[in-house]
Structures are given as C-alpha cells and as structure tokens.
C-alpha cells in the first residue's frame, strides 16, 4: 500500500526545487519509513541538481536526512518504531570492503547511492501521479516528509538527540572528520592543512583539533570562513586571494605539511596541496569535480613517499562514527552549532540560495 506525502523534486537539470506531492511504495523487507524532523543541504545534492552527476530527473535528492521511524519492513532488525535515527549512505554489507568496515568503498556504492535514482532491482521508491522518479538517493531521499529508508542507511541515536542539528553528521560532518581521522591520523607535532572552509573543510579543522596536531591551516578566499576557521581550532589562516604562490605559502608555514585535505574540487588547488606536502606527506581529494577532471603532478615529487589518497564519505564505518560524533557534539567538543542555519522545508530554495552565495555554511532544513 502507497503513502502520499510531500517531498522537493527537481525536474531537470538546472531546475529548482519545487515542494509537492509524491506516492511511496510500500516497505520492502530491508526498509524503513522514516518521518523526517532535519535534512542537511549539501553541495552533492546540488551538484546533482544542476546535472553535474548524471543522477535520473526528476528526482528526489537528500542525503543527510534525521528523523523518527514510523515503520519496519519484516526483516528489519536493528529498529523499531519510535526510535530516533541519522541518515547516511547505503551499501551491500556483504562485499569485501564492507566486511572489511569500510563500506563506503561498497562493490556497489554508486548505482546504489549517487547515480542510480532506485533500488538494486531497478525499482524507485518514489513515484509521482503514477509515474517513478529518480529516489534512493543515498538509500534516502530525505527532501521528503515521509521517506523510504534503506536500513542500512540509518543509525540509531538515543531519544534526547537533537535530531535538527545532527542532521549533517550523515554525510559532510562525518566525510571532514573522517579524512582527518581515518586517512590523515596526525601524530604528535604534525601539519594538517585544510584547504576551502565550507561545511567539509570545517569539520577537518574541528576533527585536527583533537588530535595531536599542532599546526592546523585554514585556507579559503572567504575572510568569515577564516575567522570561524580559526574560532574553531585553526591555528592558521591564509587568504587564497591574497597570494601569489599558495603551494609556497604552506610550504613556508610548515616546512612541508604533513597531511592536506583538499575539499574545494578545483584541480589547481589540489595541485597546490600537492606541491606543499613534506616527504612521506599525503593529500585527500574530498571535493568531487565533474566526472573527468584530471590534475598534473610533478612524478619526481612525488617519490619523496609522497601519496594522494581519494576519499568517499569520510571513509567510514557509520554505526561506529556517527554516534561518536554525535557524542562530541553535545560534549560540546565539537561545536557543529556553529555551522548550522534552519530553514523551514518549504524554504529550500532559499537555502539553497544562501549555501551557493557563501551566507549559510550549512543550511538544514526542519519538517
């Protein structure tokens, strides 16, 4: 039996995001339905919407949703009715990078997340006057006050949670920390370098500041996001605008960074971040340009012991991270408050306008 509810659908590339009704399917053994309180907006899901990621339109995006599970399909286990949940990605459990705890290297990570709008089986959740339209995104689709939910997408967190803040813990939070603590893993006396200070490169610069490191470098063109970079544990700040040879710059401020995460998706600052690791140094590529997109890198350099490492969601294992993130945020210990503006679901583009102009770091948007 279906379930009409509203939800935000693009149309098309390029399109806005339009609030109106949708029908879902009914639960499929290994699903939740979740009634949505917060949905983080995130650059992924506009990428996707401006058809950067061949994503099917029109569709249903969202992936950083947070809310109450209003239902169980019959081989759910690991939910019941009432309890509170965090949204993140999907994965198959059963290939070898799950088994091995990282899923988000699952076997079949893409179609199943980012660019299939369905189901395994070919099947959308979402369907509008009859008709599919692209779902499932990040087995999700949170942009929807009703939602259907991949079980494995979901992670309970206890009932005094505060589900409208730790909504983006699902997928920028957790992708910032993770380079930071999964990849990078500072030792006493390292050089983290962060370069763009978005929602991304924030949470780097929150995550190096519980680790033994004692140089954390900011790097944006945004004097506000320096300033809150450096509020939250930047040691550092540099104004890209402001100099001539950034790859230079960082090199003289650390003598050669130990670790760089780059979260910009522009390939001449990837370079950059490249060319100002130290010996044995490694780059993370956390922001996704479009399909394609190459950099050059200086071979010689490189057999300093130099790596560069891609990164997907943080390299996470997310019933493990996410309520430990969760904990540090009302700890206090990592201040995502400082992050985060509301918007009424209804004013998703208006939060969406605010995200691209640089006025909100991470807009979240309450059901």
């Not at 949940?85 to 091995?100: N, P």
């Not at 071979?299 to 390299?315: F, W």
């Amino acid at each position: 039996m279906s379930t009409t509810t509203q939800a935000a659908v693009v149309e098309s590339a390029g399109a806005p995001f339009t609030v109106g009704e949708v029908e879902l399917d009914a639960l499929r053994p290994d699903e939740i339905l979740v009634r949505m309180v917060a949905a983080g907006l995130c650059h992924t899901d506009l990428g996707v919407a401006s058809g950067g990621l061949p994503f099917p339109l029109p569709g249903v995006l969202g992936h950083e949703g947070a809310g109450v599970v209003e239902e169980v399909g019959s081989g759910v286990r690991s939910l019941v009715p009432g309890d509170q949940v965090l949204l993140s990605f999907s994965s198959c459990g059963t290939c070898g990078r799950c088994r091995d705890g990282h899923p988000a290297y699952c076997d079949v990570w893409l179609p199943a997340n980012l660019i299939g709008g369905a189901r395994m089986d070919g099947t959308s959740p979402v369907r509008r006057k009859g008709e599919p339209v692209g779902g499932h995104f990040f087995g999700q689709s949170s942009f929807s006050r009703l939602a259907v939910v991949d079980e494995r997408s979901a992670v309970r967190v206890g009932p005094e949670a505060d589900l409208s803040l730790l909504a983006p813990l699902g997928c920028g939070v957790q992708t910032g920390v993770g380079a930071v603590w999964n990849v990078l893993a500072p030792r006493p006396g390292s050089s983290v370098v962060v370069l763009g200070v978005g929602a991304v490169g924030l949470s780097a610069v929150m995550a190096a500041r519980l680790t033994p490191a004692t140089r954390i470098i900011a790097v944006d063109r945004v004097a506000e996001r320096l300033e809150l970079a450096h509020e939250l544990g930047a040691t550092d700040v540099v104004d890209a605008g402001q100099v001539g040879d950034l790859a230079g710059a960082l090199t003289e401020l650390t003598g050669g960074a130990d670790g760089v995460v780059e979260t910009t998706g522009n390939p001449g600052v990837l370079r950059h971040g490249i060319d100002a690791l130290a010996p044995r140094g490694t780059a993370v590529i956390v922001g996704a340009p479009p399909f394609g997109t190459e950099v050059g890198i200086d071979v010689n350099a490189m057999l300093a012991g130099k790596r560069v490492v891609g990164l997907t969601l943080g390299d996470a294992e997310t019933r493990t991270l996410i309520p430990a993130l969760a904990r540090l945020v009302v700890d206090g210990r990592l201040p995502l408050e400082r992050l985060v503006r509301h918007y009424p679901f209804e004013e998703i583009q208006t939060a969406v306008a605010d995200m691209v102009s640089g006025a909100t770091v991470k807009p979240v948007l309450t059901f």
